[in-house]
């Protein structure tokens, strides 16, 4: 309507005021460039070429499914060129996958990353990730949840529908709407097999339980893949990139004691992921800002130091 319109062009406005002004030589423009509204001032930058090996690189561990997507698009560049040369090629695979694992362990990571490759390769038309779980999906009554839930996967058509903990749409007794929801949702993927991939995320233990609770549904799930906890290496190296990323670095002693940090989550269920590990950073993070606060003139290396003290108490 109307009123989108004006808001629309009101922030380009300011955008173009607050590039003007950052640009400098306000002075000396002219009267055409003050009234030049440009693509960035409507929050539309060019997109960089996609890369698919850069940013498969960023991710640690997660080795078995980072080699299906790599497979994955080699056979769609082949199917492509058979296509381009009138070769008969039979269709594409059922692309819905089952991501098993704890929180924290990069599923959604790699989903995003799968997202961009679809959409760069053109079997996805805007390659997003739409995010939802149980709640987002299943009703209080009679009749909702199919609307809720096609509402759902309304929003995902073009890119990635990702159930979170999937498996709770079986948990609910008699009467429940759970099973509402993924016979709407299975419908769904057949009518839109062509522009939408659904990936269902949880527990491994639940989500092969949660496979039997539906005949159509391991069918529809040909692809699964297990994210393991992170060892300690890889832990250690996901920590590196996150203090790099922060343009920080660590003593000596302060990777030792991070090290020592790190240690008793190794094969913890609830602490071996990236998650844990991002939460410690953070928190030596605020621990060495509070730390150089109360020093009166920190030297540079001192500024961007984290030390054995930093990391000491854990998360």
């Excluded at 939802?132 to 309304?154: C, F, H, M, P, W």
């Excluded at 903990?165 to 009518?191: N, Q, R, W």
């Excluded at 233990?205 to 040909?222: C, K, V, Y």
Aim: charged fraction near 30%; proline fraction near 2%.
């Amino acid at each position: 309507n109307g009123r989108l319109v004006r808001n629309v062009v009101e922030e380009a406005r300011r955008k173009q005021s607050r590039r003007l002004m950052n640009d400098g030589g306000m002075d000396t423009l002219t009267s055409e460039e003050l009234r030049l509204l440009i693509p960035k001032d409507f929050g539309y930058t060019e997109q960089e070429q996609f890369d698919l090996e850069k940013e498969l690189s960023k991710i640690v561990g997660n080795e078995k499914v980072k080699d299906f997507i790599r497979q994955l698009a080699a056979q769609i560049k082949v199917q492509k060129l058979r296509k381009q040369q009138g070769i008969k090629s039979p269709s594409g695979q059922t692309l819905h996958i089952i991501f098993s694992g704890d929180p924290g362990t990069g599923k959604t990571t790699i989903a995003r990353i799968l997202g961009h490759m679809l959409k760069d390769l053109g079997v996805l038309k805007s390659g997003h990730l739409i995010e939802t779980d149980r709640s987002g999906l299943v009703a209080g009554y009679t009749g909702q949840t199919a609307e809720k839930t096609n509402d759902i996967i309304s929003q995902a058509l073009g890119g990635i529908l990702f159930i979170d903990e999937a498996y709770a749409l079986a948990s609910g007794g008699p009467g429940d709407f759970g099973k509402e929801a993924i016979d709407t949702l299975v419908k769904g993927m057949e009518d839109h097999r062509d522009n939408l991939l659904v990936i269902l995320a949880g527990y491994e233990e639940d989500m092969e339980q949660f496979l039997q609770t539906n005949a159509g549904l391991r069918s529809r799930f040909p692809n699964k893949f297990n994210f393991e906890n992170y060892s300690l290496v890889e832990m250690l190296k996901i920590a590196q990139i996150i203090i790099k990323n922060k343009g920080l670095k660590v003593s000596k002693g302060g990777f030792q004691t991070l090290k020592n940090e790190l240690l008793p989550a190794v094969g913890n269920r609830e602490a071996g992921n990236g998650r844990f590990v991002r939460n410690l950073i953070e928190k030596a993070d605020r621990n060495q800002n509070l730390r150089i606060s109360k020093m009166e003139n920190p030297s540079k290396e001192e500024l961007i130091t984290l030390i054995s003290d930093d990391f000491k108490g854990g998360v």
